[in-house]
C-alpha cells in the first residue's frame, strides 16, 4: 500500500519490527527482555480469548500489561477474542470457497486450520 501511494509510510521505512509469538510461549518474555536490551520502544498486541462481550480479561493478561507498561512498553489487547475474529468472513469465502462464521467471540480455530493447509497446498 505504501508503493502504491495509499498511506504515507511502511513498517520498513517507519523502522517497525514485528516478532510473531502464539499463545503462552515463553518466547514474549525472551523477546521483550531483548527489546529492553536494544533499548528500543516496543508494543505488544495480544488476544483477549474473552468468549463473551462480558467475559473479564484474565488476570494473567493483566499482569503481562501491567508488566509491559513499567519497563516502558505497550500491550494492546484486542476487543474481540482473537485475531481470526477480524477476518472478514466473505473475504475468506473467497479466498478459499468455504462459508465459516466469523463473529467478534466465537471460536475461530477452524479459520486458521483451513487458512494453513491451503497455503500448505499451493507451495
Known amino acids: 500500500m505504501f508503493n502504491a501511494g495509499k498511506i504515507s509510510s511502511d513498517f520498513d521505512n517507519s523502522k517497525i519490527g514485528l516478532i510473531p509469538v502464539g499463545g503462552n510461549n515463553i518466547k514474549f ?6 527489546l529492553l ?7 505488544v498486541v495480544i488476544d483477549s480469548d474473552r468468549e463473551s462481550a462480558d467475559r473479564q480479561i484474565s488476570e494473567k493478561t493483566l ?4 508488566q509491559c507498561e513499567q519497563q516502558g512498553g505497550k500491550l494492546y489487547i484486542l476487543r474481540k477474542r482473537e485475531i481470526e475474529n477480524y ?3 466473505e ?3 473467497r479466498a ?4 465459516v462464521r466469523i463473529e467478534d467471540f466465537n ?3 477452524i479459520v486458521s486450520r483451513i487458512l494453513c493447509n491451503h497455503l500448505e497446498q499451493e507451495k
Open 29 to 34: 518474555f525472551v523477546e521483550q527482555k531483548l
Open 37 to 43: 536490551k536494544l533499548n528500543r520502544k516496543y508494543a
Open 63 to 66: 499482569r503481562w500489561k501491567n
Open 87 to 89: 477476518l472478514y468472513p
Open 91 to 93: 473475504a475468506v469465502k
Open 96 to 99: 478459499l470457497n468455504k462459508e
Open 107 to 109: 471460536n475461530v480455530n
